[in-house]
């Protein structure tokens, strides 16, 4: 280092352009701006979110920042990835390269969000956010917040522009997030245990929070952060349970039953609501959500600075002793069967106990469980002792199994305690049992009594002893052997295989019992021993099972001779039809192939070459319109969608080279190139998958007809069974297949297979559920990333906001929405102890999320 | 300029490479102003050979902006002003700092002061 001269060449920040700066959004820091005329626009910005157009304009817009600022975030990874490769270090602070990689990994992986949000649909989310619009005005205060986010820039000195898109984005992904919260808690409920959604949904909140924090703070913007991060948020999850209580009020009023809905809520009402709530588990579960704080704490204000100071020992330790207690947190509350059992052994109430022992008789056989189970659960309800009760848990435990091997043993007792907690009045039981396992699992072939099977095999062998009903005494014997292997098969293929032998095996019976009246008669009376009421049920299971099957091979076999002549023709012609449809795709899907490969067009001249081939695609496309008929009409088909949209633009400036080639850069063709593949799944898969169905069904009729029942017929009815349903998983997976085959099926002779599709898909409802979770829990991080989004904006809005104690605490609060609505929505459902464990539950994710947060905060640069 | 003078007793920009460097650097969008700032401190530590590296990597970062603000010229301009704004934010501190140096009638700032004006600029 050496000291400088007079004449060197000096770096100059000239102070007109730090004055120059200063007066950014000078016109919004006006401060002669009256309040009237304030509130007049708050007003007027109002007026214009009733209308779901504007919404519409705005979301699009707002993606199409987020798109744009990822962009520039990926760059800025590229240079810092530069520079760590050359120095190893950056803002002072070393950095790996598997750290950089993780971080690009985060940014993948909000671009991937900000897809599903483009996926979802915008126009009917647009026009509920207009509706919610009016709806939060008259409801909610809280949700008014992001509202008056306008005024505050203005009072602080800020942009309204961007205090205003902040209010746009919060609103709509507040509202919006409300409602996939409200449809994922009832379809979860149906499948999945409450414990578990509650760790779920806090888990989804988080991590896109975390995501959407790296990724704003990676385009380099060091106020986005601090909102963002994951432990300021769990201080404030604290104070925001209290919002969520508060606004939820009204709604537990209508829930307790304390008034009416429409009714106003008095302080007598809200007092009855206070007195409610479930003291002694929201101190509890509120209680470790401090603790989680408390830790947060910690780490922000003793273990960071440390870090700064060069010393990571406080890091190692606090990571090294958060590290078990979060997975004991996690085991102990979530997974702990024991725990959850303790929990749902809580909320039965007393008569419902009362209700299910008059059902049982005391001195009856096998009885006793019930009442040893429901005698530990009174013990448990009643007790407070902390060890007391640890003890009765793993008595509840030992209880919950031996009721459940006993009911695997016997059905009849499965039944009568089936049919006892059945109704709604018997709920919590009903949810206790259903969690504990007890019955809901039972595989009704698989827990067949031991003696009654032997029993019923001795029947059958004694029946074989009559030459008459040899053979289907055989039947019977093999039924049962077969039975007996599933109920040994420990794997799934195994199992799948057993299964397989059963259905085979009860076919068997089934003909023998129609073929010969008197061996009918007299599996109907081994059937009606009150000692083989197992026995009997798995008959039974397996009749309905055959039967609705039978329904769809009925329909099937119920085709009229026109009706069968109809089908078959209707085969050839979507077979036909599905051939030339596939020819006259070939230009579109040559097309976009193309422009997909312009699109990445490493040079110059490759990118010329095909610009000018797209071109005369292009051109070729109008020509052939023109002369083919059949294709003029199939273009317009596609083009009328909105997903083909770009390509309609494509044509229209198809004559103009520059704006062609703009268009072609900048387009977007992602949601054409998805719908074209949809249409060639359609055509040049699915319909001649069902050409080949009809003509299985067709092999079938003529089998039947010459009466040459066997393997080879169900050989056929297997295939066809599972053909329906794999047209009707693939109808489920898509709306545009569910359309287009629809339309394919719908020309006569045809109809009988959407029917036949329809028959096939029993699992139609737990597959909606199943799916709703998994995309509601996809939206959630979807939202949460627009609402990070949001605070992002906020903070940028305002001068007031991102310095100082205020804004961190207001920024921290929007940052944890998700968190805050969720709490709501239990509390709302008057599940106070799920609602404060969702707060605890955050915390602790957000101290393990704050742990990759200080990894990935070298290369932010902020942290250390 | 009393910021000049505490940038040049790290940097040597008689050499015009090194102009390149902090031009570049200073200019970024893909850099945070504490980065920035770390990096001019940090610039008597790095060899020839990292140097230049580096002004290739900022060289790098440069042509990749640049498309960017030709895709979305908007968005480049409030990123450009937001850089300016913290990079004039940081350089006014800096001045607050050499300002009190200046009291004490120290010109040149050994290790430890390094050390603290580091801990100093932690946004």
Not at chain 1, 691 to 719: D, P
Not at chain 1, 835 to 853: E, F, P, T
Not at chain 2, 9 to 28: A, G, H, P, T, Y
Request: aromatic residues 6%; proline residues 2%; negative net charge.
């Amino acid at each position: 280092m050496r000291r400088m001269t007079k004449n060197e060449p000096t770096i100059i920040i000239p102070r007109e352009e730090v004055l120059a700066v200063d007066k950014v959004g000078g016109e919004n820091r006006d401060r002669d701006i009256d309040l009237p005329v304030i509130l007049e626009k708050t007003e007027e910005r109002l007026a214009e979110l009733t209308d779901p157009a504007v919404w519409e304009k705005e979301f699009r817009e707002n993606l199409e920042k987020a798109e744009r600022d990822l962009e520039f975030a990926e760059s800025s990874m590229q240079a810092r990835i530069g520079t760590v490769e050359v120095v190893g270090e950056l803002s002072g602070a070393p950095v790996t390269i598997e750290t950089i990689t993780q971080a690009q990994a985060k940014i993948a992986e909000v671009r991937e969000n900000l897809e599903k949000i483009k996926a979802m649909d915008l126009k009917s989310l647009s026009a509920s956010a207009a509706e919610g619009i009016k709806v939060f005005v008259k409801e909610n205060m809280l949700s008014l917040t992001p509202l008056l986010l306008g005024p505050i820039a203005i009072l602080t000195g800020g942009s309204v522009g961007l205090a205003v898109r902040a209010s746009v984005e919060l609103t709509a992904g507040m509202y919006a997030l409300d409602k996939v919260l409200d449809k994922l808690m009832e379809s979860a409920e149906e499948i999945i245990p409450p414990q578990y959604l509650v760790a779920l949904v806090a888990g989804t909140t988080n991590l896109a929070e975390m995501g959407a924090s790296q990724a704003s703070a990676f385009s380099g913007d060091p106020i986005s952060e601090v909102g963002s991060t994951p432990l300021g948020s769990n201080p404030t999850n604290l104070y925001l349970t209290v919002f969520a209580l508060i606004s939820a009020m009204k709604q537990r009023a209508v829930t307790e039953g304390i008034v009416q809905p429409g009714e106003k809520l008095g302080i007598k009402a809200i007092k009855q609501v206070l007195q409610s709530l479930d003291l002694k588990n929201i101190k509890k579960q509120g209680g470790t959500a401090a603790l989680f704080a408390l830790d947060a704490m910690l780490f922000q204000f003793y273990v960071r600075p440390q870090m700064k100071k060069g010393d990571f020992i406080p890091f190692a330790a606090w990571s090294a002793i958060n590290a078990p207690i979060m997975f004991e947190y996690f085991r102990r509350t979530t997974f702990s069967k024991k725990t959850q059992l303790g929990n749902y052994a809580e909320r039965i109430g007393e008569n419902q106990i009362e209700q299910l022992k008059e059902g049982f008789d005391e001195n009856q056989t096998g009885a006793s469980p019930i009442f040893e189970l429901l005698e530990t659960i009174n013990l448990y309800q009643n007790t407070e002792d902390k060890k007391e009760r640890k003890v009765l848990m793993d008595k509840l435990h030992q209880a919950v199994e031996v009721l459940r091997s006993q009911i695997e043993e016997d059905g009849d007792y499965r039944r009568q305690l089936q049919d006892s907690v059945s109704s709604a009045a018997m709920g919590d039981l009903q949810k206790f049992l259903k969690m504990a396992g007890v019955g809901e699992n039972v595989d009704v072939l698989r827990s067949i009594n031991s003696e009654q099977m032997d029993k019923a095999t001795v029947e059958a062998i004694q029946l074989r002893e009559d030459s008459e009903f040899e053979e289907g005494a055989e039947s019977l014997i093999k039924l049962l052997s077969s039975l007996d292997s599933y109920k040994q098969a420990k794997t799934k293929e195994q199992k799948a295989k057993a299964l397989q032998k059963v259905e085979d095996a009860y076919y068997e019976v089934e003909i023998e019992m129609d073929w010969d009246e008197e061996f009918a008669k007299k599996v109907e009376q081994i059937l009606a021993d009150e000692g083989l009421s197992d026995f009997k049920s798995a008959f039974d299971q397996l009749k309905t099972g055959k039967q609705e099957l039978e329904k769809v091979f009925g329909k099937i076999d119920n085709l009229g001779i026109v009706q069968n002549h109809n089908l078959l023709k209707f085969g050839n012609n979507v077979l036909a039809e599905a051939h030339r449809k596939t020819e006259l795709l070939s230009p579109f899907v040559d097309l976009m192939v193309q422009v997909s490969t312009f699109k990445r067009a490493k040079n110059k001249l490759s990118g010329d070459a095909l610009f000018v081939d797209i071109k005369n695609r292009l051109n070729n496309l109008e020509k052939r319109a023109d002369l083919d008929p059949d294709f003029a009409k199939l273009k317009q088909e596609i083009l009328a969608r909105e997903d083909f949209s770009e390509i309609q633009k494509l044509i229209e400036v198809r004559l103009d080279d520059h704006i062609l080639k703009e268009t072609l850069q900048e387009g977007k063709f992602k949601d054409s190139a998805v719908s074209l593949a949809g249409y060639q799944e359609v055509n040049a898969e699915l319909c001649p998958q069902v050409g080949r169905l009809i003509e299985k069904i067709h092999l079938l009729r003529e089998l039947k007809k010459e009466e040459k029942i066997g393997q080879v017929e169900r050989n056929l009815r297997a295939e066809i069974k599972s053909m329906l349903a794999g047209f009707s998983e693939k109808m489920q997976g898509s709306e545009l297949l569910e359309q287009e085959l629809t339309k394919a099926l719908s020309s006569p002779g045809g109809e009988i297979i959407p029917e036949l599709i329809q028959m096939t898909s029993e699992k139609r409802k737990k597959i909606k559920h199943v799916r709703t979770i998994v995309g509601g829990m996809a939206s959630i991080m979807g939202l949460s990333v627009l609402l990070d989004k949001g605070v992002t904006d906020m903070a940028e809005s305002t001068k007031f906001l991102g310095k100082g104690a205020a804004g961190f605490f207001i920024m921290s609060f929007f940052s944890s929405i998700g968190e805050y609505l969720t709490t709501k929505k239990f509390f709302e459902r008057g599940e106070d102890k799920d609602a404060i464990k969702n707060i605890a539950d955050s915390n602790a994710i957000n101290v393990g999320l704050a742990k990759g947060a200080v990894a990935s905060s070298a290369i932010r640069g902020l942290f250390v | 300029m009393t910021q000049d003078k505490i940038i040049k007793q790290f940097i040597d920009l008689k050499n015009s490479q090194n102009r390149r460097f902090v031009e570049l650097l200073e200019d970024s969008v893909s850099f945070t102003a504490k980065e920035k700032l770390f990096m001019i401190i940090d610039f008597y530590k790095y060899s020839d050979k990292q140097k230049e590296k580096l002004v290739k990597v900022f060289e790098n970062d440069y042509r990749h902006i640049r498309n960017l603000k030709e895709k979305y010229p908007d968005d480049y301009q409030v990123r450009k002003k937001r850089t300016k704004k913290t990079w004039a934010f940081m350089m006014e501190r800096l001045e607050e700092y050499v300002g009190d140096l200046a009291k004490k009638q120290k010109k040149i700032m050994d290790f430890e002061e390094i050390q603290k004006l580091k801990s100093k600029f932690d946004l």
